[in-house]
């Protein structure tokens, strides 16, 4: 049995790829096309957080070692961006392909490694999946621009060269998704990768990446290295690596950013969030209702653009019992059980956060209406579980309010009218997403130009963007200029170069004119 055979006992896993096939629990590095065990004296347990079980353990990988995967990034980069951008998107086209017949696979990795319901794990693999789809069409999205005569028998135009060798540093709440958000975008546009997954769920990185191989995907277009802090700030240094694409935390975030930027890099820092639901008085309760629901405890509030504060405008009485009932009824427990509603909090350390938060809320006057943290899920006593955690009456200056919780908790917060819920909303510092739920047009157009986040959802709990567009939250949840995905992450993994070309009879023509050229 390999390491998922062990990990996931009752599944029965055929023809599995080589890493797999070893006895140990040890994750391999993926270096030049090829699985390779580290020398590292240094493991990290990765813990199925609804057990304690442990799943496999992560390396942290020797400088060494990581110095030898960026070496193989760079070594394929050469054939990997002259090779024809068909054939590239072709390997996408393959890829989506085998990540569609693995679904079922992927996902109950996702809900080993991480804990999210079996269903939500699908929907995790399904997001990153819609990039993959996106990327089939990358002759098109890379595509230049052309301005003929620009000057009397002169032309212009630009391309988007690949960049060369980029890096991503991936979160634990999207296992699936974020890889998939950074990977197949680089290496479609012709780049070359180095990927470092979460050390708590690193499972879906290395599964994805044995199926991009299968895609066709050449050998040292995809390199993985396990790891965390002493990896990451490497990521950074190397002089090699040309762009990183970040999703985390916001001091891990301002780190890497300030640390590569320093060194030339281009970066891209998707970070962390505090997302407001207005609810209007005149939105349709039970719809309203529901989204709060799961928008605000789906995937245990592990998701960036979770709903984490509700601000009620007008009277909210009637809302908040709503809300509690409602909240009362969902089912915690192990994401692989099919009745589940909602699974564990990744860690000890999260659990404790989380309720620790709730009890600064407590302590500084707010209301517990419904509180999880004390709850015992039969036949999993040992898992990270906190249940659905109402806390009204707070006020903006709470450190539950300022803090992102990351957990099952939903805030609620008053105002008296549209304006003051802009104005609570506006003064928060982070900007990823806000939803405003109502009947009227009127007020969903004020919100929609009043409110400063990066993803604004009308009658929308979660208005995560698809591949089309881009993922775009900003204020404190995002640094550098490019998003990711859409457009904008083309334009991220590549650079442009503008050509200016002659081509026109020169015979007859004599003399130099040092003046500045003009069309004119
Ligand atoms: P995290 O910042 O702890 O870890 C993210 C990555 O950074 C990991 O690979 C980790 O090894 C590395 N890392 C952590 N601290 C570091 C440090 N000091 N120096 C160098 N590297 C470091 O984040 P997490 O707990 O895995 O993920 C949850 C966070 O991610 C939340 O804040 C959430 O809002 C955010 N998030 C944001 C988005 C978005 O798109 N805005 C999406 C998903 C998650």
């Not at 070496?71 to 085998?98: G, H, Y």
């Not at 099919?338 to 860690?347: F, K, R, T, Y």
């Not at 997403?433 to 157009?445: H, M």
Request: charged fraction near 20%.
């Amino acid at each position: 049995p390999g390491v998922f055979a062990l990990a996931n006992h009752h599944i029965s896993v055929a023809a599995e790829s080589s890493w797999k096939h070893r006895t140990s629990l040890r994750v391999p590095n993926l270096v030049g096309g090829s699985f390779v065990d580290s020398q590292s004296s240094e493991f990290i347990d990765v813990i199925n957080p609804a057990t304690q079980e442990v799943v496999s353990q992560i390396p942290l990988t020797t400088d060494e070692e990581f110095k030898s995967a960026v070496s193989a990034a760079k070594e394929a980069f050469p054939s990997w961006r002259n090779t024809p951008i068909t054939t590239r998107q072709r390997v996408m086209l393959k890829f989506q392909e085998l990540i569609r017949k693995n679904m079922d696979k992927l996902a109950l990795n996702v809900t080993t490694e991480q804990g999210k319901t079996l269903k939500d794990a699908q929907g995790d693999v399904f997001r990153g999946l819609e990039v993959v789809e996106h990327a089939c069409g990358m002759a098109t999205l890379q595509m230049g621009e052309y301005v003929s005569n620009v000057s009397n028998g002169i032309d212009t135009y630009s391309i988007r060269e690949p960049l060369g060798v980029c890096a991503g540093i991936c979160p634990f709440n999207f296992p699936a998704m974020i890889p998939l958000w950074m990977f197949p975008v680089a290496v479609t546009c012709g780049n070359t990768f180095v990927l470092k997954p979460s050390e708590k769920d690193p499972g879906a990185s290395m599964m994805l990446a044995e199926l991009a191989m299968e895609a066709g995907l050449p050998d040292g277009v995809l390199n993985i290295v396990h790891g965390t802090h002493d990896v990451v700030n490497a990521i950074c240094d190397d002089d090699d690596i040309r762009a990183i694409s970040f999703v985390g935390s916001n001091p891990a975030g301002m780190h890497i950013y300030a640390r590569a930027s320093a060194k030339g890099k281009r970066v891209q820092s998707n970070m962390g969030a505090k997302n407001h639901g207005v609810v209007m008085p005149d939105a349709n309760i039970d719809s309203t209702i529901n989204a709060l629901v799961a928008a605000g405890f789906g995937a245990a509030g592990q998701r960036c653009m979770a709903l984490s504060t509700v601000v009620f405008v007008g009277d909210s009485k009637p809302w908040e019992e709503k809300l509690l009932e409602r909240a009362k009824t969902l089912k915690v427990s192990a994401g692989t059980e099919p009745d589940a509603d909602l699974g564990p909090v990744i860690s000890k350390q999260a659990k404790e956060r989380v309720c620790r938060l709730v009890q600064s809320g407590v302590d500084s006057g707010a209301k517990l209406l419904l509180d999880g943290r004390n709850i015992v899920v039969a036949g999993y006593e040992k898992g990270n579980f906190v249940g659905p955690t109402i806390l009204s009456d707070v006020t903006p200056d709470m450190e539950c309010y300022k803090e992102e919780i990351f957990g099952p908790v939903l805030i609620c917060m008053q105002a008296n009218s549209l304006d003051e819920a802009i104005n609570i909303v506006n003064k928060n510092k982070y900007g990823n997403g806000a939803a405003i739920f109502t009947t009227s047009g009127v007020a969903a157009r004020k919100f929609q130009t009043e409110i400063e986040a990066g993803q604004v959802g009308i009658n929308v709990p979660i208005p995560v963007p698809l591949p089309f567009f881009s993922f775009t939250g900003s204020k404190a949840s995002f640094a550098g200029d490019l998003n990711f995905y859409g457009k904008a992450g083309v334009q991220f993994y590549t650079q442009i170069k503008t050509v200016t070309q002659q081509w026109k009879d020169l015979s007859g023509r004599s003399g130099v004119s040092l003046a500045m050229p003009t069309s004119q």
